[in-house]
């Protein structure tokens, strides 16, 4: 898969804005200003690629990212933005509960978090919606380059401990400086949700 032959599909707020496709899904969800763009940035080696609001944190579309026509790519509107009117929380949470419940094409949710805070009950809310879909949770724990490594190492055991994760899940730390986060994340994504591409292109 070349993951530079990236290109932004389309953006939606309900089922049938979706993109017609057979594509495995992978979408990201976190809070506003969690750095998920910046994250998308960083794995497909774009700058300014990701869609973003006017209002920043405030994205309030699910967006379609295909992946090499054999991934894609989904961001999910960020929640618990601190403005936010009641109306408007409510319909974020819609866009996001009709697509986790109505996108067959989904096969992981992975939760961002802020490596540099606790976890809130938005995430932990996140989390128990991940868990009940069964199969293995995958947190990523955004903006890990502005902790020490003994504080990034507090955090990590206080996100595990927050989010009930389990040895069978995965918690990947992220940074947008190092090559190394982006090629993590890449391992993941061959190893669990690509694993049979390389015998599917080599016959």
Same mark, same amino acid.
């Given at each position: 898969?070349?993951?530079?032959?990236?290109?932004?599909?389309?953006?939606?707020?309900?089922?049938?804005?979706?993109?017609?496709?057979?594509?495995?899904?992978?979408?990201?969800?976190?809070?506003?200003?969690?750095?998920?763009?910046?994250?998308?940035?960083?794995?497909?080696?774009?700058?300014?690629?990701?869609?973003?609001?006017?209002?920043?944190?405030?994205?309030?579309?699910?967006?379609?990212?295909?992946?090499?026509?054999?991934?894609?790519?989904?961001?999910?509107?960020?929640? *618990?933005? +601190?403005?936010?009117?009641?109306?408007?929380?409510?319909? @974020? /949470?819609?866009?996001?509960? %009709?697509?986790?419940?109505? !996108?067959?094409?989904?096969?992981?949710?992975?939760?961002?978090?802020?490596?540099?805070?606790?976890?809130?009950?938005?995430?932990?809310?996140?989390?128990?919606?991940?868990?009940?879909?069964? *199969?293995? +949770?995958?947190?990523?724990?955004?903006?890990?380059?502005? @902790? /020490?490594?003994?504080?990034? %190492?507090?955090?990590?055991? !206080?996100?595990?401990?927050?989010?009930?994760?389990?040895?069978?899940?995965?918690?990947?730390?992220?940074?947008?400086?190092?090559?190394?986060?982006?090629?993590?994340?890449?391992?993941?994504?061959?190893?669990?949700?690509?694993?049979?591409?390389?015998?599917?292109?080599?016959?």
């Amino acid at each position: 898969m070349n993951i530079h032959n990236a290109r932004f599909l389309l953006s939606g707020v309900k089922k049938e804005h979706y993109p017609v496709s057979t594509m495995p899904e992978v979408a990201f969800a976190g809070r506003s200003n969690v750095g998920k763009s910046s994250m998308i940035n960083k794995i497909l080696n774009r700058k300014n690629f990701a869609r973003v609001s006017a209002t920043p944190g405030k994205t309030a579309t699910i967006n379609f990212y295909d992946i090499d026509k054999k991934l894609m790519l989904v961001d999910l509107p960020g929640y *618990g933005y +601190a403005a936010a009117s009641k109306g408007e929380r409510k319909a @974020l /949470s819609d866009i996001i509960n %009709e697509y986790l419940t109505e !996108r067959k094409q989904l096969v992981q949710l992975i939760l961002l978090v802020d490596s540099r805070h606790k976890p809130t009950e938005d995430d932990r809310r996140m989390m128990d919606t991940i868990k009940s879909a069964g *199969g293995m +949770a995958v947190v990523i724990a955004t903006k890990t380059d502005k @902790l /020490s490594k003994r504080e990034l %190492e507090e955090n990590l055991d !206080r996100i595990i401990e927050t989010l009930n994760l389990s040895d069978g899940d995965i918690l990947l730390p992220f940074s947008t400086k190092t090559a190394e986060s982006a090629e993590n994340f890449w391992d993941y994504i061959y190893d669990y949700i690509l694993f049979d591409l390389d015998d599917e292109e080599g016959e």
